[in-house]
């Protein structure tokens, strides 16, 4: 079993930065592959970004990519995605989750462990 606590979402204006946090507890968790995905109201869980705990190669969505970067703190347990310069349209739920496919951890499918989600509300 592995446990996922996300916290550090909030309210903030377009252009903006907010860091999120997962921390991780429960068996083997670092050698799992950690993954990060957001919901936005009325629309599908879609993938934001991935790392591999053990090595920390890590994948983006394109709609991410150069804006967020997900990292790992091996003493703390917890994985984190800090956004930057946020639009709207990154409004969403974002929740964490653990897998132990890095080739197919864009499918939300593939995860077997998730976090209960924290909220993003970007503002324009």
């Known amino acids: 079993q592995v446990q996922l606590v996300e916290s550090g979402g909030g309210l903030v204006q377009a252009g903006g930065s907010l860091r999120l946090s997962c921390a991780a507890s429960?068996?083997?968790?670092?050698?799992?592959?950690m993954g990060w995905f957001r919901q936005a109201p009325g629309k599908e869980r879609a993938f934001v970004a991935a790392i591999n705990w053990s090595d920390g190669s890590t994948h983006y969505s394109d709609s991410v990519k150069g804006r967020f970067t997900i990292s790992r703190d091996n003493r703390k347990n917890t994985v984190y995605l800090q956004m930057n310069s946020l639009k709207p349209e990154d409004t969403a739920v974002y929740s964490c989750a653990a897998t132990r496919s890095f080739a197919s951890s864009s499918s939300p499918g593939s995860y077997g462990y998730w976090g209960q989600g924290t909220q993003v509300t970007v503002s324009s």
């Open positions: 429960g068996r083997a968790f670092s050698t799992y592959v």
